[in-house]
């Protein structure tokens, strides 16, 4: 057998380690993959909190993963060793519950509709890992001149970040606010003035003020009435990880104004209706929404519009890395590399 190194996260609240085990083959319609790089998402700390859950313990995390095909499996004819590809987090659906007979674009409401939703990371084995094997369905070819480094984040929370935006469906001419500027935030802000918006941020900490204005924002203000004082905006994505952040950034929020919740927080999203009704305002979830989205995101990634901000750490530093990223202090991304 050749053995190779992954990540297990052996019991709840444990501390990410890495153990021996062999690497797959590559079944029927699957690649197997040298995974190069994987990102710690905000949803790996919550399945290792188990505030999420897909199934027991242990888990094998990771669904920013990227790298390249070194073989592949009988019937596979879309991929071909020397391909860079990224893993896509959902591989698939059953195909046959009541909410795969929809054909829906496969994304995230997928694992939260269908019983036996096949996760990257979750429900499946993970990219942090040496080697992984999935469908060839189940990723997408990368744009060339994106290290994996970079290609990494897009996977998630670059991929969550441009859909929720193309979700807002904008209009040209409309403004753009970014409330949170974290792991999402960062990329948000980016990805809107990389399409071309006016965009504010929105942010209470003085460091990442000027933050903000590095990464493109026009303007930063500090609440909802100054968002309100500088001309309001058309479009709220909320990447925050309170809902009270986002409830008062919606004071700045125009009249037929859209509200994408796309950072998950835990405490309650209490709004008053009058002002939602009266302004005739929307309020959308956002997960994904389909792939096309995340090859959009890397094309801008690519294009160099967007850079995800990154700590890379070698495999061997893995429990500090997981560690940084459940802290809340990556800037703003850690990435593990496999290379
Ligand atoms: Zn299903
Ligand atoms: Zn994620």
Redo the contacts with the bound molecule.
């Keep these: 057998m050749t053995v190779m190194q992954e990540v297990v996260v052996p019991s709840a609240d444990a501390d990410w380690e890495l153990r021996d085990t062999e690497v797959p083959e590559p079944g029927p319609g699957q690649v197997l993959i040298r995974v190069h790089a994987c990102g710690i998402c905000g949803t790996d700390v919550w399945l290792t909190e188990a505030k999420l859950s897909f199934g027991p313990f242990p888990l094998f995390p990771g669904h920013e993963g990227v790298g390249e095909v070194v073989a592949v499996g009988a019937g596979v004819t879309s991929r071909a060793v020397g391909d860079r590809v990224g893993i896509c987090t959902l591989q698939r659906?059953?195909?046959?519950?009541?909410?795969?007979?929809r054909a829906e674009p496969l994304d995230f409401v997928?694992a939260a509709?269908?019983?036996?939703?096949v996760v990257t990371g979750m429900t499946a084995r993970g990219a942090h890992a040496d080697y992984l094997a999935v469908p060839d369905s189940a990723t997408v070819l990368l744009p060339d001149g994106l290290s994996y480094e970079l290609a990494a984040p897009v996977l998630c929370v670059g991929y969550t970040a441009w859909a929720g935006l193309r979700r807002a469906d904008p209009r040209p001419g409309d403004r753009i606010a970014v409330s949170g500027i974290g792991g999402l935030g960062h990329l948000a802000v980016q990805y809107a003035k990389a399409a071309g918006f006016k965009t504010v941020a929105i942010t209470r900490s003085e460091d990442k003020r000027r933050l903000a204005l590095d990464l493109g924002a026009n303007v930063v203000v500090g609440s909802g009435e100054e968002l309100r004082a500088a001309g309001g905006a058309d479009v709220l994505l909320a990447t925050n990880n309170s809902n009270a952040a986002v409830v008062d950034a919606m004071q700045g929020v125009n009249p037929r104004g859209r509200v994408v919740l796309m950072g998950i927080a835990f405490d309650e999203f209490t709004v008053t209706t009058m002002p939602v009704v009266m302004n005739s305002l929307k309020i959308l979830g956002s997960a994904h929404n389909g792939t096309q989205y995340l090859v959009e995101a890397l094309e801008l990634a690519a294009a160099g519009k967007v850079i995800p901000m990154v700590e890379v750490y070698g495999k061997d530093r893995i429990a500090d890395a997981y560690r940084r990223a459940a802290e809340g202090k990556a800037r703003f991304r850690a990435v593990v590399s496999y290379a």
């Excluded at 509709?113 to 939703?117: E, I, S």
């Design positions: 659906g059953c195909g046959h519950c009541a909410w795969c007979t997928t509709n269908c019983p036996n939703a």
